[in-house]
């Protein structure tokens, strides 16, 4: 890779091995059996669907891996988990709980939910850190709540929930909980066997798989209505031939994460911390939103004063850091969640937390990942700063300020 890229938190390259090993499920000499097919040819694909299960399993610390089912996506997994047990349980109750700082795939869904059938959704408030209070999820539970969904690490500022305090709770009220681990699997240790969690949502592109593979645990016993009809895989838990070759990628992709984590980790924590040190202190003005929590250790999200995220980002590439052409380096970083850029719409996250409008429109986020290394982050502080530099000379805002310093 010729360019430099901190948006790992928006996705993630193949990793090599991934890429191997799926490459005979793509080829017309290799596994494309139907893995429902008796014949050779489809056992063969069984074999290595039920073998990708197994990792995928053990990378979530599920008791079984008949837990795990395959989906398309973490968003499908999160509206399988989320529609599926509001329609299995609505009988029960029709009152869901959930955070202000979640996904849109979370959100957006109980958003549905709460429109077209009439559930109830309360959305808990978080602290400047972004952190959910298990208080505030005592006091919110109802007798006719069926199901809290509170994700595990947040994909903007990277912030951690206490998982296990907060699942502890539901489980006292036999309340369903649902997890969103995309951003958590592969950057901190998760323990589904013995959290009290009953589902959890992970994707294949955030680890270094391929995309368009998913997965949901769901907890032994767990009932939820299929949103997918059609046919008896998966049992009968989602309907639809399964993606073989996404499913190893995705079972590899587990496995390495799961080997590699003891070291893994604390390298990017220390790449992360090492760019984050460095910015603060060779950038004034700048401060870290969510940095006072439990934090995954790639992710740095950052608010500029007198700069727009934007801009930041176009200036790395028009100063030549070309975030597409390989042929030059560049910086490729985020002014938010993937999904939700474009949109210029303020980060909700970053508003739940308490930045102003003003500031999150100066927020940037930078994650980093398995590929990155000491001479990114050297190559990141040298460019940024000139960048930034550049931009605050052309505010008023930043020329004002600096006037008001003087004056003083
Ligand atoms: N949940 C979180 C926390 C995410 O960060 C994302 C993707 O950004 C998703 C869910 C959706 O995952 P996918 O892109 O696989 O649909």
Redesign the pocket.
Known sequence: MNYVYFDN??TTPVRPEVFEAMRPFLSPDGIYGNPSSLHSAGQKAHTALETAREQVAALLGAADPSEIVFTS???EA?NMALIGAAFEHRAKGRHLITSAVE?H?VLHTLDYLAREHNFEVTELPVDGEGRIRPSDLAAALRPDTILVSL?TAN?EIGTVQPIAELGAICREKKVLFHT?A??AAGKMPLDLKNWPVEMA?I?G??IYGPKGI?ALYLRRGVRLQALLHGGSHEKNRRAGTENVPGAVGLGVACDLARREMDAEVPRVRALRDRFERGVLSNVPGVSVNGGGALRLGNTSNLTFDCVEGESLVLALDQAGFALKRPDLPGVEISTG???ASGLLEPSHVLKAIGVSRERIHGSVRFSLGHFNTEADVDFALRVLPVAVDRLRQMSPLWEERGRRAANQ
């Open positions: 938190n928006a996506c973490g968003t999160d996904h795939a994700m994909n969103d995309v951003q949502a994707s592109h955030k998913g969640s993937a999904c």
